[in-house]
């Protein structure tokens, strides 16, 4: 039991702070921008396959600082030239837009590297347990994961709380028409955020693509999650991202761990129904069997009770 | 005054006849268009599908189009009006009920209602990204139970029934492809009908001002929530109906109808169409079911178009299609339409310039990756292409930019000469 | 600006429709339509599939004189994104031109309704009869409660694979406790049914000490899965997992040090024997028929090789491809024509030897091939055909013989009368 709680913990962790680092560029575009981008896995899809590409020549540590801001180019290029043509149509348009964007990178992957996966893995370097609890392995590379999620995060807090930028930024979350009249220019920050939210999210690809895959339905498998995410903390709230995450991510591996399911229920309950009632398969559902669905249920259930989130403000 | 209300009453007179022969012409339309298939039964087949296709988008179109509500998750009206329909159908085969299967939709279409008012009722209190995201939370769960409750759903395989089954009325027994086309073709025109007059009631009329403005809307003393869920529980209607008509023409009813690709597909085709008109779904989805099942015959990549095509819509017509064909009715109107074609004439060859440019270098760069070895010709255009050599790269990228070059500078006398005669046409028209 | 856009979906959209006047060609061929997904996340599996069907129809039949007397074989691919609406919609538009074969196998869920629309089309219309040629749906279902008398299957069904699979566990008595996960949905459960039922019979003493589900392509990392694995103490792990899901499991796997042994249906080619490498040495056993490596026979050696020579990128994927098209190119010339009713009569009961030697008969009962199984480890040792250019592939470790590969049936089969 006690070795199950503290993997499921660990795990926890290291997929919760990788959401966050998905989660936290969304919602600095959206905080800045208004704009949900619903393309933005696929910019953890594209920093994965640069990543790859990137790696075959000039080894995986390069590629680990030079796929994101490859990523963050193609990002606040899509800013500069898509997205601020859509902006006068409103927001129903920019989210539209980046719905088929979404759909035109997959083509695009698809295009340049097939539709197969793709070999890309740790580091030899990193390629060995660290250590060993009970019989299980924990990986360096996981570690790795870990160290640079937080690491991550903590130069957000930094660069938010303590340099001017962040604080431009912090004044555009809440008063964005109050930073244009102050004389900042509005379209140039505009482009560098969208830049630096897709840069953090082509990171998350780079280190997550050798534990999770690389293969054009990347993106697509953790599109979902992500707005799981960021509507769960409330839109336009890093703080709600952070803890959003990093519930999403620990609830979901002990949903996993632990074999409850409704037969024990039922058994509690002195009940018991046969094999070929109608209902049959809800009867029999366990909970590691519909452990990723948590959150979406979740999710429901807080935008029914409370519309803005945990920690949301701003009304949408 | 009397005259006034004479007047008045002359007008809708009038308005109330030409749209009374334009839904004959409509009805005459989709009676006759088999005639021109030579019995194809593929013809049909594409037909029956755009019909399903026009009833889901325009029911989508009730929320993005008419009520600014942007859904990520309408299979799940479509896919269970299905499911629930072809139970019946196995109901209506093993004799347990009694209902001729023209009738059918009435249940798929009554299943998405109550599932409409259901999740409508907590959905609906919020328009915006609140509503969108509660739609895709919904639109995932469910399509995830469908594979973990097999019982209902028939897991991967799907359900399967017969239509040939249960009482026939006017002895047809939906046996040949023609006869489920008329009985599909009669749907469409109902619902389509329906959807178009409830667009013209208050309530209708209603769900434009609480898009627009929900709070003036309140004023004048509607409940934007209950206008909303209004909307919502009319698109699950729809969605049902289309639903169950999958279900009588494919026989088979399996988890991609609760997809997100069945959920997409209507925001492509609306968007495609163009939101803003009720014929604008239509268009889409007439556009988007022959894209979806015939170019994807002639190239792998047809996606990729797809993508390309939806991208440039949203960024250059956020009306659609229709915005765009509707941009030139006053032209038409005034019958000045001959004066505009000339220009759109000598633009006409740098565009199609680009066409080909775009679709060569795709198709080539999509042959030459995926090719076997030795193997290098491919046909193009009805023309055989040697793809290991430089010669499609430079004459593709040359007719491109050569294609673009000429259409830049052309353009904005294009757009000139189209003010011009708008303008013109707008005037003689208030005279 | 935008003018000049519009005018482009325009032109798109009058090509779309042009296409449509495309009419059905007339030449002297026996016409496959092969429908499977080749755009979409599958596109992968169902472009290998065409490029082999093809490469087999051109090397076994055309290039050798054609059937009937000089009738070539034409394999025409018709895109059903692995959606049972489009196969049905592809289907009508293969009969609208003519075409009376349809080979497909991606997703039992198609081959379900592909089947069942089959069997109603042939019923309504006896004249434009059709026959599925069916060469990787593995549901059981299909030769048992939902068999037809036009459906013939040339792999071997989940339940035939399992037994290849638990005679293989079976003689290592290493293995004392066993895992079985898959994917939630039809196939998953039916793998992890089979193995409940198999290993109990064979090797009662085995322990199974954990069978379950989870959902299918929505785990991203399975080390919660690979965690409980391994805390249970397993010395070995069946799977039906295919795709990422499959890859995923094998990857965290070895990242939580667990070195028991997969049992696998679809762990190689397309990607993941490159993906697995060095990781899943000795560990990942995949079942199948093909005879990847040893070739066994020089025949089977010389096809493969053809198959490189043309297909350097490419893999021979799917073994049962060249029997599935030799096997039907003898029933269109034992039966002297190439009418659906009198092939389907010819295949029948048919015997045919594989080009790596094995016996293979198609039974008459409920159209299943019974055909000897084999059980395959992922190495790099002593392999000629390695998957993806990677050093890797499959190497045979036991086969199964046909006749215990013989299951029961409770097919009931409605047969034609005229």
Known sequence: ?316 | ?431 | MSIKKTTLTFAAASFAASLMATSAMAADTIKIAFIDPLSGPFASTGSNGLREWKFAVEDLVNSRGGLLGGKKIEVIAFDNKISPKETLIQLKNAIGQGIQYVAQGNSSGVANALTSAIKKHNKRNPDKRVIHLNYAAVDPALTNAKCSYWHFRFDANVDMKMNAITDTIAGRKDIKKVYIIGQDYSFGKAVSAAAVKFLKEKRPDIQIVGNELHPIGKVKDFTPYVTKIKAAGANAIITGNWGGDMLNLAKAATSVGLDSSFFTYYAAGAGITAALGPVAKDKVFNVGEGHANPTVTKTWDDYQSRFKAKHPKKDVTYGRVPYTVRMFAKAVTKAGSAKPIDVARALEGMELTTMAGDKVKMRAEDHQLIMPIQVSVHTDDRIKFDYDNSGWGLRTISSTPAESNALPTTCKMERPKG
Request: proline share 4%; charged share 10%.
């Open chain 2, 1 to 431: 005054m009397s005259t006034l209300t004479d007047m008045r009453r002359d007008m809708n007179a009038r308005m109330f006849k030409q749209q009374r022969n334009m839904w004959i012409a409509v009805a005459l339309v989709l009676g006759c268009l088999p005639l021109f298939y030579g019995g194809s039964d593929f013809a049909l087949t594409v037909s029956i599908q755009i019909g399903m296709m026009i009833i889901f988008s325009l029911a989508y179109n009730m929320l993005l189009g008419q009520g600014g509500m942007l859904s990520f998750g309408m299979a799940v009206y479509f896919g269970m009006g299905g499911f629930l329909s072809m139970h019946f159908m196995n109901m209506i085969e093993a004799d347990t009920v009694w209902l001729p299967m023209a009738l059918l939709p009435v249940v798929g279409a009554f299943i998405g209602l109550v599932l409409g008012l259901i999740i409508g009722s907590f959905s609906t209190r919020k328009a915006g990204t609140i509503f969108a995201m509660i739609s895709l939370g919904i639109g995932e769960l469910v399509a995830a139970s469908s594979l973990i409750f097999v019982k209902f759903f028939g897991g991967e395989e799907g359900v399967t029934g017969d239509r040939t089954m249960g009482p026939e009325m006017f002895g047809v027994d939906f046996a040949s492809e023609l006869e489920v086309y008329y009985l599909v073709a009669a749907w469409v025109f109902i619902a389509t009908l329906l959807m178009f007059l409830f667009s013209r009631t208050p309530v209708g009329r209603m769900a434009n001002a609480v898009r627009d403005n929900p709070e003036r809307a309140e004023f004048v003393g509607y409940s934007q929530r209950f206008v909303r869920l209004i909307s919502f529980a009319g698109a699950g209607l729809f969605s049902g109906l289309a639903g169950s008509l999958f279900a009588i023409t494919y026989e088979i009813v399996t988890e991609e109808t609760l997809n997100a690709v069945t959920s997409g597909a209507p925001l492509i085709m609306v968007m495609i169409g163009g939101a803003g008109y009720f014929i604008g779904p239509i268009i889409g989805a007439i556009f988007y079911t022959l894209l979806s099942t015939v170019l994807s015959n002639y190239t792998e990549i047809w996606l990729m178009y797809v993508g390309i095509i939806f991208v440039l819509t949203i960024m250059y017509l956020p009306a659609g299609l229709t915005g765009l064909l509707l941009m030139h009715n006053p032209i038409i109107k005034a019958k000045k339409l001959k004066r505009i074609l000339p220009v759109y004439g000598k633009i006409a060859l740098p565009v199609i310039g680009i066409f080909l440019g775009i679709v060569g270098l795709l198709e080539v760069g999509h042959y030459a990756h995926n090719a076997s070895a030795g193997d290098m010709t491919m046909s193009l255009f009805f023309v055989s292409v040697d793809t290991s050599s430089y010669l499609p790269w430079i004459f593709f990228t040359g007719i491109l930019v050569g294609g673009f070059m000429l259409a830049k500078k052309q353009a904005p006398s294009v757009a000139e000469t189209y003010e011009e005669v708008h303008k013109e046409a707008l005037g003689g028209g208030d005279k």
């Open chain 1, 1 to 316: 039991m006690i070795e199950t709680t503290i993997f499921s913990l660990l795990n926890g962790l290291v997929y919760g702070l990788l959401l966050f680092m998905l989660s936290s560029g969304l919602t600095l575009i959206f905080s800045m921008m208004g704009v949900l981008n619903f393309a933005h896995a696929s910019f953890y899809m594209l920093g994965a396959y640069f990543a790859y590409e990137m790696s075959i020549h000039i080894g995986f540590w390069p590629a680990l600082i030079l796929a994101p801001i490859a990523v963050g180019f193609a990002g606040a290029a899509l800013e500069r030239y898509g997205l601020r043509n859509v902006h006068k149509y409103g927001h129903v348009a920019e989210l539209v837009f980046t719905f088929g964007i979404a759909f035109l990178i997959e083509e695009v992957v698809q295009f340049i590297w097939g539709k197969d996966q793709q070999p890309y893995n740790a580091p030899p370097l990193l390629d060995f347990p660290l250590f060993t609890l009970f019989n299980v392995d924990f990986p360096a590379y996981k570690a790795f994961m870990l160290f640079v999620s937080i690491a991550i995060f903590i130069a957000l807090l930094v660069v938010l709380t303590k340099t001017r930028v962040g604080l431009i930024i912090q004044a555009a979350i809440t008063h964005p028409h109050m930073v244009g009249m102050l004389g900042h220019n509005v379209p140039l920050v505009f482009m560098a955020t969208f830049g630096v939210g897709t840069a953090l999210a082509g990171i998350a690809g780079v280190i997550a693509a050798p534990v999770l895959g690389t293969y054009p339905g990347m993106a697509f498998d953790l599109g979902s999650i992500i707005f799981v995410v960021v509507v769960f903390g409330g839109l336009g709230s890093l703080a709600g991202a952070f803890v959003a995450s990093l519930m999403i991510g620990i609830v979901q591996t002990f949903a996993v761990s632990f074999n409850i399911g409704m037969p024990d229920l039922l058994a509690l309950l002195g009940l018991e129904f046969g094999a070929d009632h109608f209902l049959v398969d809800l009867w029999t559902i366990s909970l590691p069997q519909i452990g990723p669905l948590i959150p979406y249920l979740m999710l429901i259930i807080m935008l029914i009770f409370r519309p803005l989130g945990l920690f949301g403000s701003r009304e949408v």
